[in-house]
């Protein structure tokens, strides 16, 4: 379904997304790599807004943001291995890429932003960082956790025809059960079965949650995601009963990956478009659905059509 060669197990995402950097950072290309996306441990929409890149200064000169760890306890050598960029910015990878293409051993990007209102790429930029990870041997890693098997049965790199030579997968693959995978082309999936990259783990490949993942395979035969988008596509067009009543707003995403921003007639681009839209008035909408019977998201940094149903197996409130 994913068009890779070989696929290895994990349990979870994060698991996944872990060992996928480390299987790209043992390719012969990126052996001699001196700088590389070593941790994805940098600033995110996780972060306490203490921790958070200025909006006013978001990346330095040279095209770079400064990495902030989103959690205590993480070395700060880390940063020393990566280097973040602005999502959807074109001229910012190509500027990293030609002064230190030659040291980057791969770059990890999340094809749609899960944890950001589900911001979608500029396609051109997705086909940007392809072209640049051919022409300098660097492995592209896609962060297919929440778009895999949601907006293809391919995937993300199915939706926008742009391949990654490695992907990490978990959540839809599952079927509820905690289960993951690293898939990747056959010359850099190779080092693990050589024995000279480790991967291993007491639960992975358990039976349990494999037979779950056999299970969730209906989609190749079953009109899986043709539903979910209909489904998607009449909550995103329903929305726009704000426009009736005057209150600024966008929906983002893809009908089977989709949220809601408030403040702001423009749908971001980036983080930092997206953490200037109206997060206190979202909760303050999300609370007043939910005693209602609906159930969004209270959370604002999230998407998907999980954040964005009705609550079809609650009673509504009376």
């Given at each position: 379904?994913?068009?890779?060669?070989?696929?290895?197990?994990?349990?979870?995402?994060?698991?996944?997304?872990?060992?996928a950097?480390?299987?790209?950072?043992?390719?012969?290309?990126?052996?001699?790599?001196?700088?590389?996306?070593?941790?994805?441990?940098?600033?995110?929409?996780?972060?306490?807004?203490?921790?958070?890149?200025?909006?006013?200064?978001?990346?330095?000169?040279?095209?770079?943001?400064r990495?902030?760890?989103?959690?205590?306890?993480?070395?700060?050598?880390?940063?020393?291995?990566?280097?973040?960029?602005?999502?959807?910015?074109?001229?910012?990878?190509?500027?990293?890429?030609?002064?230190?293409?030659?040291?980057?051993?791969?770059v990890?990007?999340?094809?749609?932003?899960?944890?950001?209102?589900?911001?979608?790429?500029?396609?051109?930029?997705?086909?940007?960082?392809?072209?640049?990870?051919?022409?300098?041997?660097?492995?592209?890693?896609?962060?297919?956790?929440?778009?895999?098997?949601?907006?293809?049965?391919g995937?993300?790199?199915?939706?926008?025809?742009?391949?990654?030579?490695?992907?990490a997968?978990?959540?839809?693959?599952?079927?509820?059960?905690?289960?993951?995978?690293?898939?990747?082309?056959?010359?850099?999936?190779?080092?693990?079965?050589?024995?000279?990259?480790?991967?291993?783990?007491?639960?992975?490949?358990n039976?349990?949650?494999?037979?779950?993942?056999?299970?969730?395979?209906?989609?190749?035969?079953?009109?899986?995601?043709?539903?979910?988008?209909?489904?998607?596509?009449?909550?995103?067009?329903?929305?726009?009963?704000?426009?009736?009543h005057?209150?600024?707003?966008?929906?983002?995403?893809?009908?089977?990956?989709?949220?809601?921003?408030?403040?702001?007639?423009?749908?971001?681009?980036?983080?930092?478009?997206?953490?200037?839209?109206?997060?206190?008035?979202?909760?303050?909408?999300?609370?007043?659905?939910?005693?209602r019977g609906?159930?969004?998201?209270?959370?604002?940094?999230?998407?998907?059509?999980?954040?964005?149903?009705?609550?079809?197996?609650?009673?509504?409130?009376?």
């Amino acid at each position: 379904m994913t068009g890779m060669d070989k696929v290895r197990l994990a349990n979870t995402g994060s698991e996944a997304t872990m060992h996928a950097l480390r299987i790209a950072r043992a390719t012969p290309a990126a052996s001699c790599s001196s700088s590389s996306t070593a941790s994805i441990t940098a600033c995110t929409t996780t972060c306490s807004t203490t921790r958070r890149p200025s909006r006013r200064q978001p990346w330095s000169r040279k095209g770079e943001t400064r990495p902030i760890p989103t959690s205590r306890g993480i070395p700060r050598g880390i940063q020393e291995y990566l280097l973040t960029l602005p999502y959807n910015d074109i001229d910012a990878v190509e500027r990293v890429f030609k002064r230190r293409g030659e040291q980057i051993a791969a770059v990890m990007v999340e094809p749609v932003m899960g944890n950001t209102a589900g911001i979608v790429p500029r396609l051109e930029w997705l086909q940007a960082i392809r072209r640049l990870c051919d022409a300098y041997g660097v492995v592209l890693i896609f962060d297919e956790v929440k778009t895999g098997f949601r907006l293809a049965n391919g995937g993300a790199q199915e939706y926008f025809g742009v391949k990654a030579d490695l992907a990490a997968y978990a959540k839809a693959m599952g079927n509820g059960y905690p289960v993951a995978a690293i898939a990747g082309r056959e010359a850099i999936m190779a080092p693990i079965d050589d024995g000279d990259v480790a991967h291993g783990g007491t639960y992975v490949g358990n039976v349990p949650a494999t037979r779950g993942q056999c299970h969730a395979g209906d989609a190749e035969t079953e009109p899986i995601i043709e539903t979910i988008f209909a489904r998607g596509k009449m909550l995103m067009d329903g929305i726009e009963v704000l426009t009736r009543h005057d209150v600024p707003h966008a929906v983002t995403g893809i009908p089977s990956m989709f949220s809601l921003v408030l403040g702001t007639d423009e749908p971001p681009y980036d983080y930092h478009s997206y953490d200037a839209t109206d997060h206190e008035l979202y909760e303050e909408l999300v609370g007043a659905l939910i005693e209602r019977g609906v159930m969004p998201d209270d959370d604002s940094r999230s998407r998907g059509s999980c954040a964005m149903r009705t609550a079809a197996r609650t009673s509504p409130r009376r």
